[in-house]
């Protein structure tokens, strides 16, 4: 995110936006690639109550948090455009805050990728999965990206 020093994230994550809220899709590829055409929005203090839940050592994804809050909601899928900007607020929000920590370095993108947008970026999100035992792996020559090996193995169960 641009000028992170000049924005209240803990604002953001407390402005609730009108949400939570479903639409209606009426594309008809977005409904085939979703399984549906109930999408669900959920707020972005939502997403740091279910980053605060994952313990050491283990690891969630964005997508595994919208299928939960789709689950939980009734949707057919989260939003998924909102849901990844929603993470790096509750990640950016934390480092804001002198307590109340979220554990955002837990929370990967899609097939345990590292995310560059949270604070430090890839080495701080990579320095800190190191020292809960989580091995980084990099794939890539010229689009160098960065994952956390069998990240499958560390998945916690948001049920």
């Known amino acids: 995110m641009a000028n992170e020093n000049k924005k209240d994230f803990n604002a953001m994550l407390h402005d609730n936006k009108d949400m939570p809220k479903f639409q209606t899709i009426t ?33 969630t994804t964005v997508g595994k948090i919208r299928e939960h809050f789709a689950k939980l909601s009734g949707a057919d899928f989260t939003e998924p455009i909102t849901a990844g900007i929603f993470v790096s607020i509750a990640a950016w929000a934390s480092v804001q805050r002198s307590t109340d920590e979220t554990p955002y370095w837990r929370t990967l993108k899609a097939n345990g990728e590292l995310n560059a947008k949270y604070p430090g970026g890839i080495e701080a ?18 689009n160098v ?12 169960d948001l049920q």
Do not use: C, W
Not at 38 to 57: E, L, T, V
């Open 27 to 59: 594309d008809q590829k977005s409904i085939e690639k979703y399984g549906g055409n109930n999408m669900y929005f959920a707020p972005p203090i939502d997403y740091d109550q279910i980053m605060k839940k994952i313990p050491f050592g283990k690891v």
């Open 125 to 142: 999100q990579k320095e800190k999965l190191e020292a809960e035992g989580h091995t980084i792996i990099q794939k890539g020559r010229k």
């Open 145 to 156: 990206r960065y994952y956390v090996k069998d990240y499958e193995h560390f998945l916690f």
